[in-house]
Each structure stands twice: as C-alpha cells, then as structure tokens.
C-alpha cells in the first residue's frame, strides 16, 4: 500500500476529487509592481515535463510574436540517448556489452531494461571489481549496488529501497534483504554497526507505518 500528497492548484471545488490534476500555465499581466508578465507553471508530475516546458514555451513564443527555431521532441535523453530499436539492434548492443565487461548477456539484457544505454556505466562500474548476486535478491548484484549507491548519493536504506530501485515498489523487501544491503551499505559508506541497526530499523518502521508492508 502506497500514499501520497500531491499539492492542488487553488480551486473552489467542494471536494479535492473534483479538483483538476492537469497541468497548466497561469499568467500573470504586467502590473506596477512587475512590469513583465509572469508565467506559473502549476500542477503536472515529472513524467511529462517536457510536454509541459513545450506548451509554456509555445505560449510564450505565440505572445512575443516570435517563430520557434529549435524543437527537443524527438531528443532522446537520459538512457533512451542511443537506444538500440528493433530486436537485432537490441540482441547485438547486449552481446557488445557482455563481450567488453565479461557479463553474461542474461545480465546486461537485465541493465538495459532497466537503465537504458547508461547501462554502459553500470556494466563498466560492475566489472572493475569482484562481483556476485545479492543473496536474497537475484535480481542485482553487490556491484551494481554499490554503483547506485555511490553516483545517486544514497545515504539512507529507504531512499535505496523505495526510490533507487524498484525492490519496495515491486513486493521484493524482507527482512533478511535489508539487513544484506543495510551491511552492504555499511561497507561502502564506512558507518558503524550501531548506524547500520538503527537505519534498517528505521527503514522496517517507515514500510510498515507508511507503506503497509510488514516485513517477514
């Protein structure tokens, strides 16, 4: 069970159902104490950013009367830059990869998926050092990680769990999993026994107060 706060434009619906969860721009003319017009981009979630950045620009653009001369549409970002299309595309990106690191292809096929071509840096990251499959979730390895841990600047065992990966999101959490990461962690980040009990700790409390999930 997941909950969330979402913050509502002002409306004056009777109830919050009622409120729209669309995007939208408000602007806000000219006056005397701004002499230029003011453009409040309310509402949306992260997803469709760049929708939004493009329909506020479009606006903006139409009133100043100005043509539009670059469109980011069709930029591919993040892990979707050089994405392989088409199933043969795919297969000969993961045997590349899997032949450069020494990973097997199950493996790199796996990080694709799930980082998209940044799976370069994870794969580059894995095969630096000595890995092995988490005990008690076959889906990562200790390299991988501590990959995570080290460029997302993770600190704490619930920002791990619930947002740097999908473990939480898709029911894989036990109790025996954090305490493998929250010692994992512990070796990567040099904290103390005593740090490392109180944050698998505070983690079980957190799932279970907050999310509904009572740990085996």
Not at 74 to 100: C, H, M, N, V, Y
Not at 114 to 126: L, Q, W
Not at 140 to 151: K, S
Not at 164 to 190: C, F, P
Request: charged content about 25%.
């Amino acid at each position: 069970t997941y909950s969330g706060v979402r913050p509502l434009a002002a409306s004056g619906a009777s109830t919050t159902g009622s409120v729209s969860r669309s995007h939208h721009c408000e602007v806000t003319a000219p006056s005397a104490t701004f002499r230029v017009p003011i453009y409040s981009m309310i509402g949306g979630k992260w997803t469709p950013f760049r929708a939004f950045a493009e329909q506020v620009t479009t606006r903006i653009l139409a009133e100043r009367g100005t043509a539009r001369n670059v469109d980011t549409r069709r930029l591919a970002i993040g892990g979707g830059r050089g994405f392989p299309t088409g199933s043969e595309s795919q297969k000969a990106w993961i045997q590349r990869l899997a032949d450069a690191h020494r990973i097997k292809a199950e493996r790199v096929e796996t990080l694709l998926w799930r980082y998209g071509t940044r799976a370069e840096d994870v794969a580059a990251f894995m095969a630096k050092g000595p890995d092995e499959i988490l005990r008690k979730h076959p889906g990562y390895t200790r390299r991988e990680i501590e990959f995570i841990i080290r460029q997302e600047r993770v600190w704490r065992l619930d920002d791990l769990v619930l947002r740097r990966t999908s473990m939480a999101l898709l029911g894989d959490v036990s109790a025996a999993l954090l305490n493998e990461l929250g010692t994992l962690m512990q070796s990567i980040l040099h904290g103390s026994d005593e740090a490392r009990r109180e944050d698998i700790k505070r983690t079980a409390q957190l799932l279970r107060n907050r999310h509904g999930i009572t740990l085996a």
